[in-house]
């Protein structure tokens, strides 16, 4: 199939350094990145479900909280999303951008679902300061990221496999027909449930609430516990089956690159484990405060795990589907050194924006500040 699908030329330019530090650069810059796809995802889901709860003392404060946390965080994450992007074209750009082409209304789309969900969040949010209810705005803009988190995964899978690309030309529609598809896409899903509900619950016990508020914290905390656990558990299964759709070849492919590969993919199903453990031991949120961190440091942990056999399997589906080449390289570290300053800067800056804007509070008469 493939020696009837012309691929793109290599680019002759070559790239400005080796390989192995672009592929470096898209695991530590997709990592940041997925976090914030993660919350997003997750906090529009799960405020969704807050604001149809009937408990307006609780149901709203959540759904509050999570309008609140992505009016930043979706600003954050599409900034942050550029990088990676960058790496992407550097490394596979005549795979990646020929899927974008053959699916150019949905990835051009993007952008129009992105901007619908952003406005609807902050629809959302004003609502509910104001103390009406905005299921339907939360609502809407869940169904557009789960849009966007369904095209994103369609591209990365058509622009590793050249062979089903005649079939999306015919019909756009054949591309979403890979059985790998649909628990890609649930295994995204859950990951932000999971780092939403975790965090709602780590915010909740942080630091101890007045006496009057215990009570809606601890709600909150269990509340949160409670979806993790059920995302986690419900992500093994998803797990499972990700790893039977994947086509034979691939699957053995990835097994014989031995420790290699098979070393962080062990260690990611293992931290999942772990994290589903520490979630069930959770009964009092505030007594087992330290299970919750434990449980939001693990989650962290199998994330970039789970990345890197991500990237890994990417390189064998390539591989695979005899599609793979070497780049030639020309080093520009000076243009490398000025790329690296500019970026630890912007994280710098996003981290003290995040800070600030968790620890400010207005004062008297700020509060439309």
């Not at 932000?192 to 009570?215: F, M, N, Q, S, Y």
């Amino acid at each position: 199939m493939l020696a009837e699908t012309p691929l793109p030329a290599l680019d002759p330019m070559p790239i400005p350094g080796p390989p192995w530090l672009f592929h470096l650069l898209w695991l530590v810059t997709f990592a940041v990145h997925v976090v914030g796809v993660n919350v997003v995802l997750g906090s529009s889901v799960l405020g969704t479900f807050a604001a149809l709860d009937r408990d307006r003392a609780f149901g709203r404060p959540v759904a509050r909280l999570f309008a609140e946390v992505n009016t930043w965080a979706i600003a954050l994450t599409i900034t942050f999303g550029i990088a990676p992007l960058l790496f992407v074209q550097v490394l596979y750009g005549r795979l990646f951008y020929s899927a974008t082409v053959i699916l150019a209304p949905a990835w051009l789309g993007l952008l129009l679902l992105l901007m619908a969900a952003y406005y609807l969040t902050y629809a959302a949010k004003y609502r509910l300061r104001a103390g009406k209810g905005a299921a339907l705005p939360l609502a809407l803009s869940a169904l557009l990221f789960l849009a966007v988190a369904a095209i994103q995964v369609v591209i990365h899978l058509l622009s590793v496999q050249p062979g089903r690309w005649e079939a999306a030309l015919a019909s756009p529609w054949a591309a979403f027909a890979d059985r790998a598809f649909l628990p890609r896409f649930l295994h995204f899903v859950l990951a932000g449930v999971t780092l939403a509900a975790i965090l709602l619950a780590w915010l909740a016990v942080r630091r101890p609430p007045a006496e009057e508020e215990r009570a809606a914290a601890g709600a909150r905390a269990s509340w949160g516990v409670k979806l993790a656990l059920l995302a986690t558990l419900l992500q093994l299964v998803v797990g499972l089956w990700l790893t039977i759709s994947v086509p034979r070849d691939v699957l053995l492919g990835l097994m014989r690159g031995g420790g290699r590969t098979m070393a962080p993919f062990t260690l990611g199903i293992a931290a999942g484990f772990g994290l589903l453990v520490f979630l069930a031991r959770v009964r009092d949120p505030f007594a087992d405060r330290g299970s919750v961190r434990r449980a939001l440091e693990l989650y962290g942990l199998a994330m970039l795990l789970m990345l890197v056999t991500r990237h890994q399997l990417r390189d064998v589906y390539v591989d695979a589907a005899g599609a793979a080449a070497a780049p030639a390289a020309a080093s520009q570290w000076g243009v490398f050194a000025i790329f690296l300053a500019a970026f630890v800067a912007c994280a710098a800056l996003a981290i003290l924006a995040l800070r600030r804007a968790a620890t400010d509070r207005p004062g008297p008469g700020e509060a439309t500040a």
